[in-house]
């Protein structure tokens, strides 16, 4: 396998013909127009792109680097093709419709597999996990020792990638010239998702959703339990706001008994006795509160103020220490 190649399994080579409509030279625009309805003439060459101010250099670079802006999962596309499974990683994958069921996807006219997708074939879409970098990379066709080997599931005659976080199987129901990408729609006829965080793609790099900001939390029991005992009991009846967002407040609390309900921008989540509120703003009490959360029936807590929380770490270091472990392995999770 070289450099910029996927990565095929079980039986080495298929010879698939390109379907008829991929059969174009490019390098001849003239006669292309006739088999698209459209005219190659017509499409800006490079020279035409206009990059925007401070943008010198390589346009196709830059033109480049302004798509990586824009961040996407990762996926790895599967087909069978006779007795040969073939994977490739992209990430120009999209939802096009939901009635009928439609997706599609965007193969780099010289990867192997644009050759084995024509209309009536079936692919695969595996939507990696965040921690499934090696399987993205290995699907990439980059060469590394260490990089794992994938297993595969076959559901409708289609391999997909075991452990990804969402899996689709789609049959091509069309295929449309992209330049010097072929494009393929797929009518979706199987799809399923788990539960975890996907494997992120922007600005040439992988990303991951940070997850929820943990702290105290991943204390050992011996050294938590000490802070907590400082603090005292408040109560809140149903419905009551326990903290809001912007205002200014540090306290740590031990929810004992009832439900939280916490509202970010964009996102909510019901907290649970033995969970604790305000692990972030304790640490950093400029930046006021970061959430909107309301007490779901009676809910009992114990609130630390940051004085006590200071003393408790003056009194036990070994939990300064700790807490100092835990954010460096939070920050190396998102570095
Ligand atoms: C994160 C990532 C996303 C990619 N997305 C695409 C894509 O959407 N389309 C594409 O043609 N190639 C994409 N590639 C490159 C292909 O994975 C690579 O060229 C592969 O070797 C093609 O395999 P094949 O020629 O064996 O089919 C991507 C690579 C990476 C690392």
Redesign the pocket.
């Known amino acids: 396998m070289t450099e910029?190649?996927?990565?095929?399994v079980r039986i080495p080579t298929v010879e698939a013909s390109r379907p008829t409509e991929f059969a174009i030279d490019v390098s001849d625009a003239i006669s292309a127009p006739e088999a698209f309805g459209a005219s190659f003439d017509a499409a800006p060459s490079a020279g035409a792109l206009e990059l925007g101010e401070g943008l010198e250099g390589d346009p196709a670079l830059a033109f480049r680097k302004t798509l990586g802006m824009f961040a996407t999962g990762?996926t790895v596309l599967t087909t069978r093709a006779a007795e040969q499974v073939?994977g490739?990683?992209?990430?120009?994958?999209m939802s096009v419709s939901l009635r009928p069921p439609l997706v599609l996807?965007?193969?780099?006219r010289?990867?192997?597999?644009?050759a084995?997708l024509h209309e009536g074939t079936r692919f695969g879409v595996s939507v990696l996990e965040a921690k499934q970098t090696g399987l993205?990379?290995r699907?990439?066709?980059?060469v590394a020792e260490d990089l794992p080997e994938a297993t595969f599931e076959i559901v409708h005659e289609t391999p997909l990638v075991e452990g990804a976080l969402a899996h689709l199987v789609a049959r091509v129901v069309r295929s449309y010239w992209g330049g010097d990408?072929s494009l393929f729609l797929g009518q979706v006829e199987f799809a399923r998702y788990g539960e975890g965080r996907p494997l992120l793609?922007h600005g040439g790099r992988?990303e991951r959703l940070i997850e929820d900001p943990r702290v105290f939390s991943l204390l050992p029991r011996e050294l938590l339990d000490p802070i907590l005992a400082l603090g005292e009991e408040r109560e809140y009846a149903d419905g009551e706001p326990i903290m809001q967002m912007g205002e200014a407040g540090c306290d740590l609390l031990l929810l004992v008994e009832g439900h939280a309900n916490v509202e970010r921008p964009g996102r909510s989540l019901t907290l649970g006795p033995g969970e604790l509120i305000g692990e972030i703003e304790v640490l950093d009490p400029g930046g006021g509160r970061i959430a909107d959360i309301h007490a779901v029936g009676h809910v009992r807590t114990i609130g630390v103020s940051r004085q006590q929380l200071l003393s408790a770490l003056e009194a036990d270091p070994r939990a300064a220490i700790a807490l100092i472990e835990v954010l460096a392995a939070r920050f190396r999770e998102t570095a």
């Open positions: 910029g190649s996927g990565h095929s990762v073939h490739m990683t992209a990430n120009a994958f996807i965007s193969i780099d010289r990867a192997r597999m644009g084995l993205s990379d699907f990439a066709g980059r990408h793609f992988y």
